[in-house]
Protein backbone atom coordinates (compact mmCIF):
# COMPACT_ATOMS: atom_id res chain seq x y z
CA UNK A 1 0.00 0.00 0.00
CA UNK A 2 1.12 3.26 -1.20
CA UNK A 3 0.65 5.57 2.22
CA UNK A 4 0.07 9.79 1.33
CA UNK A 5 2.47 11.50 3.85
CA UNK A 6 3.52 15.07 4.18
CA UNK A 7 6.63 16.50 4.94
CA UNK A 8 5.93 16.80 8.82
CA UNK A 9 5.11 12.85 8.62
CA UNK A 10 7.78 12.15 7.05
CA UNK A 11 10.33 13.87 9.25
CA UNK A 12 9.22 11.83 12.02
CA UNK A 13 8.96 8.73 10.56
CA UNK A 14 11.12 5.64 11.22
CA UNK A 15 13.27 5.87 7.86
CA UNK A 16 14.63 2.32 8.44
CA UNK A 17 14.86 -0.02 5.73
CA UNK A 18 14.10 0.81 2.39
CA UNK A 19 11.72 3.29 1.69
CA UNK A 20 10.41 4.10 -1.53
CA UNK A 21 9.10 8.16 -2.18
CA UNK A 22 6.89 9.27 -5.01
CA UNK A 23 6.73 12.61 -5.66
CA UNK A 24 3.64 13.64 -7.57
CA UNK A 25 0.97 16.57 -8.23
CA UNK A 26 -2.74 15.95 -8.51
CA UNK A 27 -2.60 18.29 -11.77
CA UNK A 28 0.35 15.49 -13.64
CA UNK A 29 -1.14 12.92 -16.42
CA UNK A 30 1.81 10.61 -15.66
CA UNK A 31 1.70 10.49 -12.39
CA UNK A 32 -2.11 9.57 -12.40
CA UNK A 33 -1.13 7.04 -14.60
CA UNK A 34 1.79 5.32 -12.13
CA UNK A 35 -0.27 5.29 -9.12
CA UNK A 36 -2.26 2.26 -9.46
CA UNK A 37 0.81 0.47 -11.08
CA UNK A 38 3.03 1.68 -7.81
CA UNK A 39 0.33 0.46 -5.55
CA UNK A 40 0.51 -2.88 -7.28
CA UNK A 41 4.07 -3.03 -6.90
CA UNK A 42 3.79 -1.75 -3.36
CA UNK A 43 1.08 -4.82 -2.49
CA UNK A 44 3.76 -7.13 -3.64
CA UNK A 45 6.88 -5.98 -2.28
CA UNK A 46 5.19 -5.19 1.20
CA UNK A 47 7.63 -7.16 3.07
CA UNK A 48 10.40 -5.50 1.28
CA UNK A 49 9.71 -1.69 0.91
CA UNK A 50 7.74 0.87 2.57
CA UNK A 51 5.69 2.88 -0.03
CA UNK A 52 5.06 7.04 0.25
CA UNK A 53 3.39 9.31 -2.00
CA UNK A 54 4.14 12.83 -1.47
CA UNK A 55 2.62 15.66 -3.16
CA UNK A 56 5.10 18.18 -4.46
CA UNK A 57 2.39 21.07 -4.29
CA UNK A 58 1.42 20.44 -0.63
CA UNK A 59 5.33 19.81 0.58
CA UNK A 60 7.45 21.71 -1.79
CA UNK A 61 10.44 21.73 0.70
CA UNK A 62 10.58 18.23 0.84
CA UNK A 63 10.84 18.48 -2.80
CA UNK A 64 13.79 20.23 -2.64
CA UNK A 65 15.23 18.37 -0.20
CA UNK A 66 15.34 15.59 -2.82
CA UNK A 67 16.46 17.53 -5.56
CA UNK A 68 13.04 17.08 -7.38
CA UNK A 69 12.56 19.07 -11.05
CA UNK A 70 10.61 16.82 -12.96
CA UNK A 71 7.58 14.46 -11.74
CA UNK A 72 6.91 11.64 -11.08
CA UNK A 73 10.06 11.07 -9.38
CA UNK A 74 10.70 8.32 -7.39
CA UNK A 75 13.01 7.82 -4.45
CA UNK A 76 14.62 5.04 -3.47
CA UNK A 77 15.96 5.60 0.50
CA UNK A 78 18.09 3.18 2.39
CA UNK A 79 17.90 3.39 5.88
CA UNK A 80 17.36 7.45 5.00
CA UNK A 81 20.10 7.90 2.57
CA UNK A 82 18.83 8.47 -0.69
CA UNK A 83 20.44 5.75 -3.01
CA UNK A 84 18.75 5.69 -6.12
CA UNK A 85 16.03 8.03 -8.11
CA UNK A 86 13.81 7.05 -11.25
CA UNK A 87 11.69 10.22 -13.41
CA UNK A 88 9.10 9.42 -15.38
CA UNK A 89 6.38 6.66 -16.00
CA UNK A 90 7.42 3.35 -15.63
CA UNK A 91 5.43 -0.16 -16.33
CA UNK A 92 5.12 -2.47 -13.52
CA UNK A 93 8.37 -4.86 -14.64
CA UNK A 94 11.00 -1.70 -14.48
CA UNK A 95 9.35 -0.72 -11.20
CA UNK A 96 9.92 -3.91 -9.66
CA UNK A 97 13.41 -4.16 -11.19
CA UNK A 98 14.30 -0.69 -9.98
CA UNK A 99 13.28 -0.82 -6.10
CA UNK A 100 14.50 -4.91 -6.31
CA UNK A 101 18.13 -3.46 -7.35
CA UNK A 102 18.39 -1.14 -4.36
CA UNK A 103 17.37 -3.57 -1.82
Known amino acids: ?5 TTE ?13 DFN ?7 KMLAPVLEEVSEEMAS ?3 FYSID ?6 LA ?15 DGQK ?3 NVGFAPKDVLKEFVSKNI
Open 83 to 85: VDM
Open 56 to 61: TDENPD
Open 25 to 31: ATWCGPC
Open 9 to 21: EFNSMDKAGISVL
Open 64 to 78: REYGIMNIPALVVLK
Open 1 to 5: MVKKI
Open 48 to 50: EAK
